[in-house]
């Protein structure tokens, strides 16, 4: 027992080292390199370790872990404060949201993890590296993809753009981030489905967000010309935002990203690519969701009503098909699929905000606009040409000019074809593939 008591207690250590997943895209890539105990109060516990960042660069981190009690004593394990080289010390909003997520996720991590190859050691000149941002844009280009799709649908069939699915999309974050604490709150065994459940909730009031904007906004003006329905579009996105700011104020929600694990694909030498089974996991969402809206406008009676109200309004209502209805469910359809990038974003990323649906909208629109209004297919291809730009420009240029690129691409597609490079057929009906 002496001796244990000159080192760092081996549960402390593993409870420290757990909290490391909380930090890091790639906990499974993580080395530890040394773990020391202050010797002031023997109950700081710091942790060096080699990680391997998002940019496929290995660094070196450092984690210090404070407890409550020490040796024999009680609440020995309870982490009553946390230090990281790049976060500082951590506030008590941000340890009570770690405990939580430590509760939830009751991941461990072994202490000889293994490091695998980094992408890093590769020029950027290397076919490998391309593959790798490539991998990296997944989750982005999903993002966009969702949201224009949702621009789209709601342009094809009233010629109106919905400024507000961007902070729809905020709305799920938030909501999805409240769902998940208060899941880890009540203490829920099963992860995977109260996080499923949480996030049904958040797309669920998303899409009612959606509802209700086309019936107490768009659905009033619609027969009004001008530009009432697009300055009631900005209103309505600048409350949503100013609601959310006020009802939670304007922090970031922290949450730390889901813990996967990593395949390598392809190596060569000291470099290797590899993809996360969350990104796999949700590029299949996403390609679940655009498959099921494809075959929803194609097959469906809804799809079928909405093709026609595209194509000809007047001949539509004169056939006995409801305009309004059609339009109340196309506003909830893309409120849906706003929400879904809402919850990707959480999930990925770990953050949400009440501002972040600003330039997750912007970034929507500039990949319908690309892909060509009235059209689902353009939509969902200008969604991976944004998320593309936005990574390849990140890796080989400049991270922090990456949407200057983004909307000059934008501005010169405005301004060669202000209507997108194809637009779909009759009044701007989309066309399904």
Known sequence: MLLAACGADAQQRQACESLIAAFEPFPASVQIQKVEVERTNGRDVTIEYLARDRRGRVNAHWLVCGFRGSLFRGERLTVSKVVTDRRGVLN????????????????????????????????????????????????????????????????????????????????????????????????????????????????????????????????????????????????????????????????????????????????????????????????????????ALALLLRYSRFGCRYRAVCEDAPMAALLGVDGTRIAAITFAVGGTAAGLAGVFVAVYYGSANAYMGLILGFKGLAAAVIGGFGSLPGAVAGGVIIGLIEQLWSAYLSFGSRDLAVFGLLVAILVLRPRGPSTGSGNGGVDPP
């Open 92 to 291: 008590p909003t941000q340890l009570h949201m770690l405990r939580l997520w430590q509760r939830l996720t009751a991941q461990r991590l072994p202490p000889t993890a293994a490091i695998g190859p980094s992408p890093a050691g590769a020029p950027v000149h290397s076919p490998l590296y391309l593959l790798q941002q490539g991998i990296n844009a997944i989750v982005p280009c999903a993002v966009y993809a969702l949201l224009a799709a949702g621009f789209t649908l709601v342009y094809g069939l009233i010629g109106r753009i919905n400024f507000a699915f961007g902070d729809m999309a905020a709305v799920a974050g938030i909501l999805f981030f409240l769902g998940v604490t208060l899941a880890a709150g009540s203490g829920a065994s099963e992860v995977a489905l109260a996080w499923t459940a949480v996030a049904g909730v958040a797309v669920a009031a998303a899409a009612v967000w959606g509802f209700a904007s086309e019936r107490l906004v768009f659905r009033p003006l619609a027969r009004h010309d001008g530009q009432a329905a697009l300055i009631a579009a900005i209103g309505l996105a600048v409350s949503l935002r100013e609601g959310l700011r006020l009802a939670q104020g304007s922090r970031d929600f922290w949450l730390s990203p889901v813990v996967s694990r990593t395949w390598v694909l392809a190596r060569d030498g000291e470099t290797a690519v590899t993809v996360s089974s969350l990104q796999l996991t949700l590029l299949a969402a996403a390609a679940v969701a655009c498959g």
